[in-house]
């Protein structure tokens, strides 16, 4: 029996699930499995969530694609970050989780889970820890809150590493992807009215960037290259932090020409140029140069911080308050159904998303 018959999902012991077999780009190793076995919960800190909505995260991508079979479970089942609705949960979830069958949540499968069960979010149902989810806001729907999990916790981290006060003044660049918009507006409730947050994207953005909370907007294909642009504009009046949300070498290299001395430079690494192995391995020995080489030695001169983009139970349940409170809002690029979950795939990798790309997987 498959989730496409009408039977109550309770019944059903086959779903839906986007799989892949072996490591490749997603339109040559991906296919729509109609019948995959639908998993149920064996440690009794489980929870079976049947899921809304699936967001999609450069993260996933790279495990896809680069991540040999010989290193995890095949077939696998791609994506981490998800919505959904609690379906059973196991014994020792504690009841002060309130994961009751019926629940609303959002949350992210773990990458160890997701390398060694082939567990992943682009699919009918997933079982992860009661620890992997957390109650979805009221006020957010499906859709927004599948985008939370990874992107929101890769946010978090670079606000904080950031070290942002009241008064200071933020350069954000990749402000209208799906991590930057959040960070955007998180920097802009850090530095209050009377910090300045300053946003790079392409000209097409400059108005979502402004409604999210910054001051000014650059244009970087206007004014590339853009370190040259902001060594020029900021040079007597730098930043007390960079925030790099897209991965830019370049803006690291020349930082200090806008970045004031003993500040931090804030980043999600260095972006790859394709997914491969050799692209992956240069990204990983600048990165390593960027924090270990010092500037005589052909290093930089401000602190290199990088974060890591992972989630746990704080981040999200911090997320989730942030959401209720009204000071962070999920950006959504576009949403999918499930059946053109390669046209999604098309969308990120284009590394042109403003904001989340989400798959809706079924109707609730």
Partial sequence: MTAGKHAPPSLLVTMRAWTHSRAGPPFKVLSLTPDIKKPTIKSSTDVLVRISHAAFNPGGSIMM????????????????????????????????????????????????????????????????????????????????????????????????????????????????????????????????????????????????AEKLGADEVIDYLAHAPVHDYLATRFSRNRFSAVIDAFGIQDLYTHCEDYLSPGKPFVTVGVMFKEYSVS????????????????????????????????????????????????????????????????KAYEKVLSMRARGKVIVKVQDL
């Fill in 65 to 208: 694609q680069l991540c040999p079979a010989l290193f995890r479970s095949m077939p696998a089942i791609p994506e981490l970050d998800f919505s959904g609705t609690i379906v059973a949960a196991g014994s020792a979830v504690p009841e002060s989780r309130n994961l009751v069958a019926g629940t609303t949540v959002f949350g992210s499968v773990l990458v160890g889970p997701h390398l060694r069960a082939g567990a992943g979010a682009l699919a009918e149902y997933v079982v992860v820890a009661a620890e992997s989810v957390v109650r979805k806001p009221g006020n957010v729907s499906f859709e927004e809150a599948a985008g939370l999990s990874v992107a929101g916790s890769t946010a978090l981290l670079l606000a904080e590493k950031a070290g942002l006060k009241r008064g200071d003044s933020v350069l954000i660049n990749g402000a209208s992807g799906g991590i930057g918009t959040m960070v955007v507006q998180m920097a802009r409730e850090a530095v209050g009215q009377s910090g300045r947050v300053v946003a790079v994207c392409s000209g097409r953005n400059v108005e979502l």
């Fill in 279 to 342: 692209s992956l391995l240069y990204a990983t020995c600048l990165m390593l140069k960027n924090r270990l080489c010092p500037y005589v030695l052909g290093g930089g001169s401000r602190e290199y911080i990088c974060v890591e983009g992972f989630t746990d139970l704080a981040a999200m349940e911090r997320l989730g308050h942030l959401v209720e409170d009204g000071k962070l809002r999920v950006v959504i690029d576009s949403c999918w159904d499930m059946e053109d979950a390669l």
